[in-house]
């Protein structure tokens, strides 16, 4: 193992499953070396580092192309950035209605699909690689850098889609249109009408949550199985697994952000669909 203190594959998972985690309460870092108390002040500051940095890579990244392309500067890049756009609208354009237009589901999507697959991207960096910069240059060694494998980023990312689902439901039927559809949707008689109530309600936060929790699900799960590689096989032999396990992998760090995104396209969708 490169990392100090490690010395059983046991306590080199144990080490990798750890974030760097800030207290809020008392404005320190945690020791994970120390029993804590765990509570809803604990900011895990990798996940938020590292999703705030891979965006602003994204928004920086996509700026220069634009800035190019106002320029008339054509290269291959660009070719590559217009044919991802052309291929989000694409999508959009099958799952929207035809006669409704919106500035933001364009924006909105194409953002979900590119930061989604950065953050999955972290995924096949060496685990290792990070925790060792780490801890040579500031001792610390707890750290994880994929953000997607967080729940708390996931489901951070799908809750504003239901504040989204929640707002274009409103903005198009109206609050008593809304209200309506809750009560009246699927059986629209006054005797199902509670049981109505708690049939969308459920329908309706359960979008979100198996939005949030697929993509955590297979993040951390491609990420456990790196993990394991490394804590139970010596670093000369570890290749043999892992080579084909990241080619595979990058095909679910691509599938995991194109749901995502269809899936938000589509809940969308529903929300602003009168009928």
Same mark, same amino acid.
């Given at each position: ?36 108390? #765990? ?95 780490? #801890? ?43 209200? #309506? ?16 109530f708690f049939l969308e ?5 359960? #979008? ?13 799960s491609g990420e456990m ?51």
């Open positions: 193992m490169i990392l100090e203190k490690i010395l059983n594959p046991q306590q080199y998972i144990n080490h990798h499953l750890h974030h760097l985690q800030f207290n809020l309460l008392n404005f320190n870092f945690i020791n994970t070396n120390i029993n804590y108390k #765990k509570n809803f002040f604990i900011l895990n500051i990798d996940s938020f580092f590292f999703s705030f940095f891979l965006g602003f890579i994204f928004l920086f990244f996509f700026y220069k192309i634009s800035k190019n392309s106002l320029n008339n500067k054509i290269n291959k890049l660009q070719i590559f950035i217009e044919m991802i756009i052309e291929f989000v609208n694409n999508n959009i354009k099958e799952i929207f209605p035809n006669n409704y237009k919106n500035n933001l589901i364009g924006p909105l999507s194409l953002t979900i699909f590119i930061w989604i697959f950065l953050m999955n991207c972290m995924d096949l960096i060496p685990i290792d690689l990070f925790p060792l910069l780490m #801890k040579y240059f500031f001792n610390i060694s707890n750290i994880r850098i994929v953000p997607s494998a967080d729940i708390n980023i996931t489901l951070s990312m799908s809750l504003s889609i239901l504040i989204l689902i929640i707002f274009y439901s409103i903005k198009i039927k109206t609050f008593k249109g809304f209200l #309506k559809e809750i009560f009246t949707h699927p059986f629209n008689y006054p005797i199902f009408y509670i049981f109505n309600i459920i329908n309706l936060f359960s #979008k979100p949550i198996s939005l949030g929790l697929r993509l955590f699900g297979n993040i951390y199985i790196f993990i394991l590689i490394n804590s139970f096989l010596p670093w000369w032999l570890q290749w043999v697994l892992i080579v084909p396990w990241a080619i595979f992998h990058i095909l679910i760090i691509v599938l995991q952000a194109f749901i995502f995104m269809v899936l938000t396209i589509v809940y969308l969708s529903m929300a602003i669909n009168k009928n």
